[in-house]
């Protein structure tokens, strides 16, 4: 791997009592899109804070471009922030927001205009530069403070929650602009958000927090397929989440009946749970069912309908359909050995890596 | 309908007040400056003023004395105002500057006559470090002096708010681009604090005009100020027409002055 | 960073030091014997002694407090119904017309103020004493009520009333059920405000009170005038020992309102 762009190394941070950060470990390379996702108060800010520097380390390092970064103020650091409430300054149109930081540096007039106009093109607001700030949407606001970060050619954008204060549909459309603008401009993104959908959507790797803590890192797909603990899988999309028994190597027990997994390297007869997305059920007859339900509610979502099930046992059920299904009907439930992901607990993210590895490698 | 009834009620005494307490008596201090000692139309107050020097040099004395009262109140609130939004318990540090607006503006006076005095505390100190004794009391220094003591308060406090309204994110998104503590200040803090500078020049700078208690007490006589022109004209010569001229220069004044530092007001909007 | 750190404590430290020394300076004094604020003379409670036999004073102090209270509740009755009709006018010209002739009298300097007041009731033939003091205080606190009631009214806005007129309310329940529970701390500040404004005020009452009454500040000045007295240093000590307790009651009512008021939103943060 290539040197990392950023490096934290063994962070930790608190305020009075409560600790915000507990021994942060975290690399991150060169011209990817990085997301920190978690619920409020999980320590993603923080973190973000000890890279733009506004936030001091009580321990640990961090290091930029291969530097040790601790010590340096904000304003000499190559990262540029996109705040949450956008923080522009009032008492300046959109051009010389924009231009604020070129005008620190004694750049040359036309080369300010002739920045900033691309700037403003490159986030599509050509035109905008004499509007004052009370005059913008909330959109707008939102791509004048991405054009004033972009404009200084930091290594490394810092996104705090920029998206939070949007409505349903811009939020959609941002989310593309911002993807398309970091390959186009080809830094690094560090991306915050409580937003699961968002994080899957945009990121090239998510980390996952909570209570200070990174529990688990990695593409979108591996954090949405593999889910390392019950937090990750609840807090990650929809999920059926229920308790089992790892009988032997690919073989796990839940609601009373053994079933065929694709995990292993557990002890025999260790309790687990087991999660299963909604949208791998698959609703068929009773006879071919591996699991019998009974219909409770359904909700038409659009592309397909959310349906809540009961089973013999008295287990709750999410599935997904593209077809309705009578309330009150009883029908079967099939799934493949692979919709199953089995997770042991209080397993650290080196060990369920290294878990992994070892069954992996043998297919 | 009933609303309107209702709105008419609640505003007869009101408007009974702003037409008698607020409309007639500017009016009246307009009239009167139109009238001699024996209350004959005349012009001659309004000619007085501005062809004798001294009420021409008088008024001028008052508006430089105002300024520089002004200046030094600014000079050393702002920074106390900056300082005090940073503290940790910043709204009891503030009550507890207020608290001293609670005293009688007189009584802080009197207290300036016994340090002031020939034999007080400040001449003491002044012999102690050799430089001996001098004429404080009745000198334009201790009128200056006592009104800056007095303003301070009434300076900090509108400034203190417009630091308070000041977004942290907006310091951090400064230095964020790059800005030094000195860029940060002169771009974004002063610009955006400004509001409150003007509304602290407005509270102090119009009464500085006028504190002519402060000029008999302290400044002797020989600090006039249009304020103690108008009180001389009014209680002790008795030429209410000239008392009403200077009212009316006075007024004018403040006019300038409000108009001046006017957008305070319309600018403090923008946080929305 | 510590260091600057200590530099800006030593600073704010500094000017709480010069606020509060002529205050402390007055009061130390007002312990010494003998009769100047020159050398402190050795502890005595004589001139607090000498205060409680000073029947003048004492009517004078009681005069105040008369003025002070009737004024302020006049003024709170006459503003609070004023800032109702303000805030129930729809047209922004109307209202920005009459809330700058709101404010003339806040902004207007005290002599002018008194100036014209002593006209106004010159030309009425008002025999110059408690009555036009009386009037001349609810004059000039009226203005400072509304100011303090009508952010209140606007907070509460309109879907609230609205709400309350969907459920059948009718004007008067709407105004005493709604509206008046809501804009009760813009009431209680704006009284509290006028009070202060009352007891603090020199120059208006200077202006229109008559030979037979007086007002503390009056009587303060009237003193001051003729030099050193340590009964006003005992008084001012009174006085500060009052204020203080003002104060300090204030802060913990603010506080105590708003730990109700945090109470309360998690509260509704546990319904919800």
Request: hydrophobic share 45%.
């Amino acid at each position: 791997m290539a040197q990392p762009i950023v490096k934290l190394n063994h962070v930790s941070k608190s305020y009075g009592d409560s600790t915000v950060l507990k021994d942060i470990n975290l690399e991150l390379e060169a011209g990817k899109f990085y997301t920190l996702l978690g619920p409020s108060g999980s320590g993603k800010t923080t973190i973000l804070q000890t890279i733009s520097g506004f936030t001091s380390v009580d321990a640990g390092d961090v290091y930029f471009d291969g530097q040790r970064i601790n010590e340096l103020p904000p304003n000499r650091r190559k990262v540029n922030t996109v705040f949450q409430d956008y923080a522009l300054f009032p008492n300046m149109n959109v051009f010389d927001n924009v231009a604020f930081g070129l005008t620190l540096q004694n750049v040359k007039k036309a080369e300010i205009t002739r920045r900033v106009t691309s700037a403003l093109k490159s986030v599509h607001l050509n035109g905008y530069g004499n509007r004052e700030i009370s005059e913008l949407s909330g959109g707008q606001k939102q791509r004048v403070a991405i054009a004033r970060a972009i404009i200084m050619e930091p290594k490394m954008l810092l996104l705090d929650e920029p998206l939070s204060a949007l409505d349903a549909k811009l939020r959609r459309d941002m989310q593309y602009e911002l993807r398309e603008l970091q390959q186009r401009l080809g830094i690094t993104f560090l991306f915050i958000t409580h937003d699961q959908e968002e994080a899957l959507a945009m990121s090239d790797e998510i980390f996952v927090m909570n209570d200070g803590v990174i529990l688990q890192s990695g593409t979108p797909v591996d954090i949405y397929d593999e889910p390392i603990n019950h937090f990750v899988a609840n807090f990650i999309g929809e999920s059926n989440i229920l308790n089992g028994v790892m009988r032997e190597d690919y073989v796990v027990e839940f609601v009373g009946k053994r079933f065929e997994c694709e995990d292993a390297g557990m002890r025999p007869n260790e309790p687990v749970e087991v999660v299963m997305r909604p949208e791998d059920l698959t609703i068929t007859t009773v006879e071919n069912g591996k699991l019998v339900v009974t219909i409770d509610t359904q909700l038409f979502r659009g592309d397909y309908y959310e349906i809540a099930a009961t089973d013999d046992d008295g287990n709750e059920w999410l599935i997904h359909s593209t077809n309705s299904v009578p309330d009150n009907s009883r029908v079967g439930v099939t799934f493949a050995p692979n919709d199953i992901h089995v997770m042991r607990f209080n397993e650290s993210e080196e060990d369920f890596d290294a878990r992994l590895e070892t069954y992996e490698t043998d297919d | 309908m009933k609303s309107k009834t209702a709105n008419l009620f609640y505003f007869i005494p009101y408007s009974l007040w702003l037409f008698l307490f607020v409309v007639a008596p500017v009016a009246l201090i307009l009239y009167n400056s139109f009238l001699d000692i024996n209350h004959h139309f005349t012009l001659a107050n309004y000619t007085t003023f501005f062809k004798s020097g001294t009420y021409l040099m008088m008024t001028l004395n008052s508006l430089w004395y105002a300024l520089l009262i002004t200046l030094v109140t600014l000079l050393i609130s702002y920074p106390t105002a900056y300082l005090l939004s940073h503290l940790k318990h910043k709204q009891l540090w503030l009550l507890l500057i207020i608290l001293p607006t609670w005293i009688n503006l007189l009584l802080k006076a009197y207290a300036f006559i016994g340090i002031f005095n020939q034999t007080g505390v400040a001449n003491q100190f002044l012999s102690f470090i050799g430089v001996g004794p001098q004429q404080l009391l009745f000198t334009n220094f201790s009128f200056i002096f006592v009104a800056t003591y007095i303003q301070i308060p009434f300076m900090i406090m509108p400034i203190f708010n417009a630091m308070e309204d000041l977004n942290q994110s907006y310091i951090n998104a400064s230095h964020d681009l790059g800005a030094t503590n000195w860029q940060t200040f002169r771009r974004v803090i002063w610009p955006m604090t400004l509001p409150g500078v003007k509304a602290g020049v407005q509270t102090v700078f119009i009464p500085s005009l006028s504190l002519f208690m402060l000029t008999r007490l302290i400044g002797g006589n020989k600090v006039i100020t249009l304020g103690t022109a108008i009180e001389e004209h009014f209680l002790i010569t008795m030429n209410w027409g000239m008392g009403s001229t200077i009212g009316v220069v006075l007024i004018v004044a403040m006019v300038i002055i409000m108009v001046l530092t006017g957008d305070a007001k319309s600018r403090g909007g923008f946080q929305k | 960073m510590t260091k600057r750190f200590k530099f800006s404590n030593l600073y704010l430290l500094v000017v709480f030091i010069i606020l509060y020394a002529p205050i402390l300076f007055l009061i130390a004094f007002s312990f010494s014997e003998g009769d100047s604020m020159s050398h402190f003379q050795g502890f005595t409670l004589s001139h607090y002694s000498a205060l409680l036999r000073d029947s003048r004073l004492i009517i004078i102090v009681l005069q105040t407090l008369l003025i002070a209270l009737l004024s302020s509740l006049f003024a709170t009755i006459i503003g609070t119904l004023g800032a109702l009709g303000i805030n129930q006018t729809s047209r922004t010209i109307t209202r920005n017309t009459i809330l700058s002739f709101n404010n003339i009298l806040i902004v207007s300097p005290d002599v002018i103020i008194g100036a014209s007041f002593l006209i106004f009731f010159t030309a009425l033939q008002l025999p110059l004493g408690f009555s036009t003091v009386l009037l001349s205080h609810i004059a000039f606190s009226i203005p400072i009520v509304v100011l303090m009631v009508l952010p209140k009214l606007r907070e509460l806005g309109t879907s609230m009333v609205s709400a309350a007129a969907d459920l059948g309310a009718t004007n008067w329940q709407i105004l005493s059920k709604i509206v008046f529970p809501f804009i009760t701390p813009g009431i209680l500040s704006g009284f509290f405000m006028a009070l202060t404004y009352s007891l603090d005020d020199f120059a208006v009452t200077f202006f229109v009170t008559g030979n037979g009454f007086s007002t503390l500040s009056v009587e303060i000045y009237s003193r001051a005038r003729q030099g050193i007295s340590l009964e006003i240093n005992a008084l001012s000590g009174v006085l500060f020992v009052f204020s203080l307790l003002l104060v300090v009651g204030y802060y913990f009512l603010n506080q105590y309102q708003q730990s109700r008021k945090l109470k309360r939103t998690t509260r509704e943060e546990d319904i919800l």
